[in-house]
């Protein structure tokens, strides 16, 4: 997934950060999908799980689906009676068509899609070595995944004229060189097709929206890592995936993405369609001019 560019980070620890309305007293709002049925793809571990568990925390119920079964099958009993697993290959029409049914005949409604399911690619990073049968297998899983699922969902949804559907895009679909060609241009597309389907859903009364992550260790990342850099322990390889970040004292983690999926979810956010909500500390928001310092200066 990664192109690889050598930087310093200086990390300082600081003072938690306390929101306002701790200090004032309030209470933070809870069950903000209270009612809600939400279907979550890639939700065995990671994003998604993280996202699950959070959806469940605001009072909704949720399916996992995931190709891993015996992984899926242990985050719905972690997650408890609230969140049920079916096994899904996103890749698979009728995979994805299968868990939207089972969906329903469970909890008789699907108010949340959220197609989160990808892969890294794994190839060399040079076009002139592009290898487009892995292409074709990741646009497969990160693209036309994403759209069966969005297809399956607003079959359902568009008879309610209601329903939230979400994806996973990244940082990587914002800004060209974070990552190699195949998945990138993955989530390219996959910021496209949001903007594309809210324009046909948003008469239907359903939104469609995506966030963008910026790095986070999850096992993924950390497999296309320990490629990069063979024979380094896991520790430190999280800890080189952190430091790329620009937002000083902290990292972003799972629960950050599963925040942001909550407020897109929700009734929250029940005018925005259309919108990549970029999750990465303001990395894709500057450069910053690599002068050398005035005392290098002759
Ligand atoms: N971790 C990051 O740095 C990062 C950054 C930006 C975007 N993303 C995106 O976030 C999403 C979730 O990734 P993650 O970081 O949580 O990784 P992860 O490896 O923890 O989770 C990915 C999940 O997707 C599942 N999956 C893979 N192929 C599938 C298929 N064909 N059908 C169904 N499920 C499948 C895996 O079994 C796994 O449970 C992906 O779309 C990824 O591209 C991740």
């Known amino acids: 997934m990664f192109r ?53 925390s605001n009072g909704a119920k949720v399916v996992i689906a995931d190709i891993q079964q015996q992984l899926g099958q242990v985050t719905a009993n972690e997650l408890g009676p609230n969140a049920t697993f079916i096994a899904c290959d996103v890749s698979k029409e009728s995979d994805i068509s299968n868990a939207v049914d089972f969906t329903i005949s469970k909890h008789s409604q699907l108010d949340i899609m959220y197609a989160n ?37 607003s079959r359902v949804m568009i008879p309610r004229k209601t329903g939230s559907i979400l994806c996973t895009a990244s940082v990587t679909g ?17 910021i496209g097709i949001v903007k594309s389907l809210a324009a046909e859903l948003s008469k239907h009364g359903i939104r469609v929206n995506c966030v963008s992550p910026f790095a986070i260790p999850t096992p993924f990342v950390l497999e296309e890592m320990s490629r990069i850099f063979p024979g380094v ?13 620009v937002l000083e004292g902290t990292n972003c983690e799972p629960n950050d993405i599963a925040n942001a999926a909550l407020y897109l979810a929700s009734d929250d956010a029940k005018y925005v ?26």
């Open 4 to 56: 690889v560019a050598l930087r310093k980070k200086v990390t300082i620890s600081r003072a938690p950060v306390v929101s306002p309305s701790f200090k004032m007293g309030f209470s933070s709002q809870t069950a903000r999908l209270e009612g809600k049925v939400a279907l979550i793809t890639g939700a065995a571990s990671g994003i998604g799980k993280a996202t699950a568990s959070k959806f469940i």
């Open 117 to 153: 399911a990808g892969v890294a690619c794994n190839t060399p990073p040079s076009i002139v070595d592009l290898d487009l049968a892995v292409f074709d297998r990741v646009m497969n899983i990160n693209v036309r995944g994403v759209v069966a699922g969005m297809k399956h969902a």
């Open 174 to 190: 914002l800004m060209g060189g974070l990552a190699q060609h195949t998945y990138s241009v993955s989530k390219f597309a996959v």
């Open 233 to 245: 322990d896991i520790q430190r390889l999280i800890e080189i995936t952190q430091n790329a970040g």
């Open 273 to 298: 369609s259309g919108h990549n909500l970029v999750i990465d500390g303001g990395f894709t928001s500057f450069k910053t001019l690599e002068f050398p310092a005035p005392d290098q200066v002759h």
